[in-house]
């Protein structure tokens, strides 16, 4: 059974960091691209970045381009996702997605249980 | 940037009701479009991909249709359990966008 668990969320002053981890098991880690979605309080899903299974393609939104930085670590099974400069608006359950091959062209599925950063002073 | 538009964001239907759920993409993504569900505190799941594959485990009741620009989610017998909100999704490049998401309630 795949099974992805998300860790490192919190509280966080606006300005500072967080980073996010993602452990995986029950599949080949290396073989599938992975992604993280996020989802504000009440509000709707946005993408937020993903990364090839190889690790040597990433892709973000423009949101959060240059301040957030995804990587994994195919040896350890986990994705992690390296957030800079926070500000409010960046406050959101963070989910870590499998995607559905090595690219990250594909469906999402499944997703993680979430881990929430909030974003305040 | 290719946008997803959702539509309606909300409606209200009645047990046993056929429910039509549109996406308009702002350029042709082919068929490179999924449907999830999110049921109120719970995770999103996946409902169908490839614009018209319906994911393993989800029932039948569920359909997806369209390419190019048009996408729609059908639910041919709504059920109290499909209360949540739908959200489509385009994946065929950078960003992969979602739609607004539209949320379903029983009459």
């Known amino acids: 059974e795949v099974q992805l668990l998300e860790s490192g969320g919190g509280l966080v002053q606006p300005g500072g960091s967080l980073r996010l981890s993602c452990a995986a098991s029950g599949f080949t880690f290396s073989d599938y691209a992975m992604s993280w979605v996020r989802q504000a309080p009440g509000k709707g899903l946005e993408w937020v970045s993903a990364?090839?299974?190889?690790?040597?393609?990433?892709y973000y939104a423009d949101s959060v381009k240059g301040r957030f930085t995804i990587s994994r670590e195919n040896s350890k099974n986990t994705l992690y996702l390296q957030m800079n400069s926070l500000t409010a608006e960046d406050t959101a359950v963070y989910y870590c997605?499998?995607?559905?091959?090595?690219?990250?062209?594909?469906?999402?599925?499944?997703w993680g249980q979430g881990t929430l950063v909030t974003v305040s002073s | 940037d290719i946008q997803m538009t959702q539509s309606p964001s909300s409606l209200s239907a009645s047990v046993g009701d056929r429910v039509t759920i549109t996406c308009r993409a702002s350029q042709d993504i082919t068929n490179y479009a999924a449907w999830y569900q999110q049921r109120a505190g719970r995770v999103p799941k996946l409902l169908i991909y490839?614009?018209?594959t319906l994911q393993t485990g989800v029932p039948s009741r569920f359909s997806g249709s369209g390419s190019g620009t048009d996408f729609t989610l059908t639910i041919s017998s709504l059920q109290p359990e499909d209360v949540a909100t739908y959200y489509c999704?385009?994946?065929?490049?950078?960003?992969?966008?979602f739609g607004g998401g539209t949320k379903v309630e029983i009459k």
């Open positions: 997605a499998k995607v559905g091959s090595s690219w990250y062209t594909d469906c999402f599925d499944p």
């Open positions: 490839a614009a018209s």
């Open positions: 999704q385009k994946y065929n490049s950078a960003p992969l966008t």
């Open positions: 990364i090839s299974g190889s690790g040597g393609g990433t």
